[in-house]
């Protein structure tokens, strides 16, 4: 089965196009607060369930996860803030402020990606390589489903 990659943020869903052309609203901010405390308060369970981890590789394994997601939830507060700069500006998007959007979008990006792979070897060391690439595809498609509910719902900016 394939897996999806992590989560996109919404500057690169919009410039792709992804996304459909409708402004963000009290109910699209109350969806995506449920969606993401779903996720986050069942993310855990998923990867628990979907890893099948042995009394041993469980007790090495939770500690550096819950280490890697305070770690993430850093970079995706950084991400959230990009999210509400772009929806406040939408409709007085300048060059200018398009740019620094897209520029603090990489730099999330780029520090997200640092954090998985300064983690891969922690996570080596209390996985056997199949389950550690097995962990990352299933980060991979949880990340995959926000994206999507990102794509779905953030307007692309205007020409």
């Not at 700069?85 to 959007?101: C, H, I, P, Q, V």
């Not at 690439?133 to 692309?156: D, W």
């Amino acid at each position: 089965m394939p897996r999806s990659k992590p989560l996109l943020a919404a500057l690169l869903l919009i410039a792709c196009g992804a996304a459909p052309l409708r402004a963000a609203d009290e109910a699209h901010e109350a969806s995506m607060e449920i969606l993401g405390d779903t996720l986050r308060a069942n993310r855990k369970a998923l990867v628990d369930v979907n890893l099948a981890l042995s009394d041993a590789e469980a007790g090495s394994f939770w500690p550096v996860y819950d280490r890697y997601q305070r770690d993430l939830a850093v970079v995706q507060e950084r991400l959230l803030r990009v999210i509400e700069d772009y929806t406040a500006n939408f409709g007085t998007m300048t060059d200018e402020k398009a740019r620094s959007l897209v520029e603090e979008y990489l730099a999330v990006e780029r520090d997200r990606a640092e954090i998985r792979r300064a983690y891969l070897a922690p996570i080596s060391e209390a996985l056997p390589g199949r389950k550690v690439m097995r962990f990352y595809q299933i980060e991979n498609k949880i990340e995959a489903v926000l994206r999507y509910e990102l794509a779905r719902t953030i307007p692309v900016v205007e020409q």
